[in-house]
C-alpha cells in the first residue's frame, strides 16, 4: 500500500507562488503516473497536471498551461506542484494522486487512480 500526504497549501495574494507537496510512503513508491486534481465547493473534481512515465510526458489543463509545474523527486519520495501567477480561480482543495500502471489518454480521469492525498487547500486573495 501507498499512503499519500500533502502539504504547502495556505493563502496566497494574486499573482504569487506556491509550491505543494505530496509525500509518498508505504512499501514502495512505484506508480507510472502521479496527478493532481481539484475541487472548488459546489464542483467536479477537476484535472489539473499529471507526469506519466510510462508515456514520457506531463499534461497540464488548459486553465493552467504555463503557470504550474509538476515534477517528481525519486530520492524523497515527493511529488511537487509548482503554482506561479495564482489566481482567485485557482482557489480550490488540491489532491494528489498516483496510479499504478499507464493510463494512456485517461491521465485526467479522476476515477482511474489508485492511491488519494488527504487534500490541502489553497485559496488565492484578490
Known amino acids: 500500500q501507498v499512503q499519500l500526504v500533502e502539504s504547502g497549501g495556505g493563502l496566497v495574494q494574486a499573482g504569487g507562488s506556491l509550491r505543494l507537496s505530496c509525500a509518498a510512503s508505504g512499501r514502495t513508491f512505484s506508480a507510472d503516473t502521479m496527478a493532481w486534481f481539484r475541487q472548488a465547493p459546489g464542483k467536479r473534481r477537476d484535472f489539473v497536471a499529471a507526469?506519466?512515465?510510462?508515456?514520457?510526458?506531463?499534461y497540464y489543463a488548459d486553465s493552467v498551461k504555463g503557470r504550474f509545474t509538476t515534477s517528481r523527486d525519486n530520492a524523497k519520495n515527493t511529488v511537487y506542484l509548482q503554482m506561479n501567477s495564482l489566481k482567485p480561480e485557482d482557489t480550490a482543495v488540491y489532491y494528489c494522486?498516483?496510479?499504478?500502471?499507464?493510463?494512456?489518454?485517461?491521465?485526467?480521469?479522476?476515477?482511474?487512480?489508485?492511491?488519494w492525498g488527504q487534500g490541502t487547500q489553497v485559496t488565492v486573495s484578490s
Open positions: 507526469l506519466s512515465w510510462g508515456g514520457g510526458s506531463t
Open positions: 494522486a498516483a496510479a499504478l500502471y499507464y493510463l494512456g489518454t485517461s491521465y485526467y480521469s479522476a476515477s482511474r487512480y489508485n492511491y
